[in-house]
């Protein structure tokens, strides 16, 4: 099983290969608002680097949001049109929760702009608090490992290794059902949000 897995929804452009249950090549690098310059370069260099012909891949696995506008929707057209053009399986995971990995006590944030974050809560697989979208004032970190922009909360940044953290969040994984169907997670638009 050979499994594409794209993170464009903020900071990083993220593309790793993942066969069975090891990635068998990988790039993620910082390149916020120029990932759709980056992102085909990239899928090819994995490709390259593992040996593999694209039409070997069986499945996608893509972030679904939060995170830019722009960002979140490079990855799911890209996995969009190749889950229409080869029979393969289409998945998302939050970036949120990729950004938390499997990591224990974590609270995962990402700027939402207007003083306001992204958050999410985590407990290894467990999920404590659903992503939504807080007012920075709101936020009690004190508890948590705060992974993300945690300079957002007077804590250093860490977004972690976002290759492996497709790989231990697989159980996570969400199958898309119908792709054509399949829409970002914005966040912005939830009742949260407008508080």
């Known amino acids: 099983m050979l499994t594409l897995c794209i ?7 993220t ?4 066969r069975d249950d090891q990635i068998i090549a990988a790039y993620s690098k910082e390149c916020f ?6 992102v085909f370069t990239a899928i090819k260099e994995v490709f390259s680097a593992a040996g593999v012909r694209k039409e ?6 893509i972030s679904e949001g939060p995170g830019s506008y722009t960002g979140v929707r490079i990855a799911m057209t890209i996995a969009k049109v190749i889950g229409e053009l080869k029979p393969c399986d289409v998945y ?16 995962a944030v990402m700027d939402a702009r207007a003083d306001r ?3 999410g809560i985590y407990n290894g697989s467990e999920v404590i608090m ?23 909360l ?14 231990l969040t697989r159980p996570m994984w969400k199958k898309a059902d119908q792709i054509a169907y399949l829409t970002p997670k914005y966040l912005k638009e939830s009742e949260s949000y407008r508080r």
């Not at 593309?15 to 993942?18: Q, R, V, Y």
């Not at 998302?92 to 609270?107: G, V």
């Not at 659903?130 to 957002?152: F, H, Q, S």
Request: hydrophobic share 35%; proline share 3%.
């Open 7 to 13: 993170d464009t929804a903020y900071k990083y452009l």
């Open 15 to 18: 593309c790793a290969l993942i």
């Open 33 to 38: 608002k120029q990932q759709s310059e980056q």
């Open 56 to 61: 070997e891949i069986d499945s996608i696995c």
């Open 92 to 107: 998302t995971i939050s970036s949120l929760r990729l950004y938390a990995a499997n990591r224990s006590n974590c609270m």
């Open 117 to 119: 974050v992204y958050v």
């Open 130 to 152: 659903e992503d939504c979208a807080l007012p920075i004032k709101e936020i009690d970190a004190k508890d948590y490992l705060v992974v993300g922009d945690g300079a957002l």
């Open 154 to 167: 007077g804590r250093e940044n860490d977004y972690g290794n976002i290759p492996q953290a497709f790989l």
